[in-house]
Each structure stands twice: as C-alpha cells, then as structure tokens.
C-alpha cells in the first residue's frame, strides 16, 4: 500500500460552474477534493468537480469503496452527485456522510435533488450500494481494517486507521462541517463555505492547529467583501471569507500549507494570481486551489506538486521540509 496522504483537486470554484476563456487556469467546476490514504478514497464535497474524478476513478479502477463527505448540502456542494459514475457501478460502495439540514434530512436533499421532476433518475436507479448516515460533530468517522463507521471514540484503533474529526461552523448559512482527515501523523482540514470573525476563528484555529495542510475558504477579495470595488456590493455575513480571514487562521493554526479555495465565480483568473499573491505575502505557504493542483504528504516531507491542466504546457514542482 502507498505510504502518501494525497490531496487532490477537481473542483475550486464556489456557488455555481463557471467555464469560459477567463477561468481555465485555475478552473470552473464547483468544490470537489480527492483524498488518498494509501488506497483509499475519500471525497469531499460533490461539486461538478466530482464528475471527471468519478470518470478517472472509473476508468483507473479504484471505484470499490469510496467514502464522499459533504460539508453541507448546498447546491455547488451536491450539484456533480447525479453524474457520479461509480454511482452507477454495482460493484461499487459508496458511504455518504454528512450533516443534516435544518428542516430536512441529509437523504432525504439527496433524493429531492433527483426526484423525477428534476432528473431522470432517482438515486435508488443509481446501483452502487450506498451508505447513507448523517452525522455528528461528537462524532468521529474511521476508516481501517474493519471498513467504514462512525464511532464515539478513537481508543483502541490500529495506526492504520484514517481518522476524520469534525467541526460544525455557524459562520454560513445553514452551518457547515469542516473535517479534519488524519493518517499515519499527517492531516488535511477541509474549511469551506466558512466566514471570518473579528480577531479570528478561534474554534476553527483550534480544531486546525498543526494541521499540514488548510483548505479554507477565500472568495473574497477584502474590498469586495468590504463593498469597496466598484460594481461589487459588499458581502459581509454571506458565509465567506477573504484571503486576510484564510491566512490569519492559517498562521493561528500553524498550518504546514494553505490552500484558498471556493473562488469566487466572477473572479478572472488574473484576479486569483493577484489574490494569491497578497496570500503569500502575509502566509508564505499559500497558494490559490487550481484543478489539477496535487499536495502529497509523506513521513517528514513534505512535497507540493503543482500541476496545471496539461493545455498551459506548465508542470512546476517544489518540496518543502516539515
Ligand atoms: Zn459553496
Ligand atoms: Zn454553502
């Protein structure tokens, strides 16, 4: 089995699909990451960005078991699931895990999404085996040599164990799950669809602390959110954050790597070489979420490989300690 903890991504986009001339460096699809621990798979969110990484997982066969984790049930969140490909495999398990609704529950959303006046087929045409459970911040997802549970308490687990904690946030509409995926030491935390609080997220700087890798909600630009730019109204109490919001969690946590992700989609790719740039200058480790962007975690190192979608002819690599 690998020995790499893996992240990588297929969707960075936030609230709805933006293709087009001026988004194809860091892509158009909506909030969908690849996870790997060894051989397994583990999804978060099933933005259309899940779409070409249920075609890739297809076609390379590791469509077995996959656990999809949704951080809430927002339409740029779930909008890529009906187009899933292992959905479809009979072979295939899916554990679907997340929080539910404030009026409804997470399967319940699932299967509205496909009723048959909004899609022609139901989930239950889907032949996949799926496993569906909303969960709970108390509670812990593992995934070892026993499968895929939700458990009370992490004692007694192998070191072979992928362990997801979770944290509720309140700082978006509905609330939010923000998980933190570790194994073998190293760990990933997933924060999207999160707002920033004066003096920063103290809660979410603990449950991030020493994590190797952020991913954290940056859609704004600090003037955009402040409704200072022209032809922008301004965007406080939307859910979002700005790259000061990131980077100052970030630098709280002590995070080994940032990520700025769920870009804003009337931002050109321009505006998001700019954004990240002012990420750098106050978190040096940052950079702004691409398709294609791989971070690979192993024993001490760690090695980011940055890769753009072949078109731009770019394959630009660097490793750093620690
Ligand atoms: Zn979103
Ligand atoms: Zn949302």
Not at 143 to 160: A, I, K
Request: net charge negative.
């Amino acid at each position: 089995m690998s020995n790499e903890l893996k992240v990588k991504f297929w969707g960075v986009r936030g609230s709805y699909p933006t293709p087009g001339a001026g988004t194809v460096k860091y892509g158009g699809n909506t909030p969908s990451v690849e996870v790997q621990a060894g051989n397994r798979t583990i999804i978060l969110d099933a933005g259309t960005g899940i779409i070409p990484l249920g075609r890739e997982l297809a076609r390379t066969k590791r469509a077995g078991e996959i656990l999809l984790l949704l951080s809430h049930m927002h339409h740029d969140h779930t909008q890529g699931f009906p187009f899933f490909v292992p959905a479809y495999l009979p072979n295939a398990k899916l554990h679907i895990y997340g929080p539910d609704g404030t009026h409804e529950s997470m399967k319940n959303v699932l299967e509205r999404n496909q009723s048959s006046e909004t899609f022609p087929l139901g989930l239950r045409d889907m032949a996949s085996s799926k496993d569906i459970q909303a969960v709970r911040e108390s509670q812990v997802v593992v995934w070892d040599e026993n499968g895929v549970r939700v458990v009370e308490s992490t004692s007694g687990l192998s070191d072979e164990a992928v362990v997801i904690r979770i944290h509720k946030s309140y700082a978006h509409p509905g609330g939010v799950f923000i998980y933190r995926i570790t194994w073998r030491g190293k760990s990933v935390v997933y924060a999207t669809d999160t707002e920033g609080y004066v003096g920063t997220d103290k809660r979410l700087v603990k449950f991030a602390k020493d994590a190797d890798v952020l991913i954290h909600d940056a859609q704004y630009l600090d003037e955009h959110y402040w409704g200072q730019l022209e032809g922008f109204p301004a965007t406080q109490g939307f859910g979002h954050s700005t790259v000061t919001m990131a980077c100052e969690v970030a630098a709280s946590a002590q995070a080994g790597q940032l990520v700025l992700f769920h870009h804003d989609p009337s931002y050109s790719d321009d505006m998001l070489a700019g954004m990240e740039r002012t990420a750098k200058s106050l978190f040096t480790n940052s950079v702004a979420a691409y398709e294609g962007l791989e971070i690979t975690l192993r024993n001490e190192s760690m090695s980011v490989q940055l890769q753009t979608p072949a078109m731009h002819g770019r394959d630009v690599q660097y490793a750093q300690n620690g």
